[in-house]
Nanobody, 122 residues
Framework: QVKLVESGGGMVQAGGSLRLSCAAL????????MGWFRQAPGKEREFVAT????????LYADSVKGRFTISRDKGGNTMYLQMNSLKPEDTAVYYC???????????????WGQGTQVTVSS
């Protein structure tokens, strides 16, 4: 059974950087699209970025465009989110997900990780 595992979260000051990773355990090659979502306390889970299975196309939320970069390795089993110029409003639990669709909608993703906390202090 495939499991998504996130890592790389932590605490950073505003303006700093973090790199999140998401590994798909139990699979050697992926043809699924993958995405990052985040959920702040008291708020709904929101779209951050998504990448196609081949890595050829990406989409970003307006709030992170130009600061965050999504990518995945050649086998497609590990996805990354490079987060630069972090702001306090980026504080949230970050989740990775995979699905058959290349979409901003969380209900189009079938498999989710457990999440990793990112905290940005001012």
């Amino acid at each position: 059974q495939v499991k998504l595992v996130e890592s790389g979260g932590g605490m950073v000051q505003a303006g700093g950087s973090l790199r999140l990773s998401c590994a798909a355990l139990g699979r050697t090659f992926s043809t699924y699209n993958m995405g990052w979502f985040r959920q702040a306390p008291g708020k709904e889970r929101e779209f951050v970025a998504t990448v196609t299975w081949s890595g050829s196309a990406t989409l970003y939320a307006d709030s992170v465009k130009g600061r965050f970069t999504i990518s995945r390795d050649k086998g497609g089993n590990t996805m990354y989110l490079q987060m630069n110029s972090l702001k306090p409003e980026d504080t949230a639990v970050y989740y990775c997900a995979e699905g058959a669709s290349f979409s901003r909608e969380k209900n189009r993703y079938d498999l989710w990780g457990q999440g990793t906390q990112v905290t940005v202090s001012s």
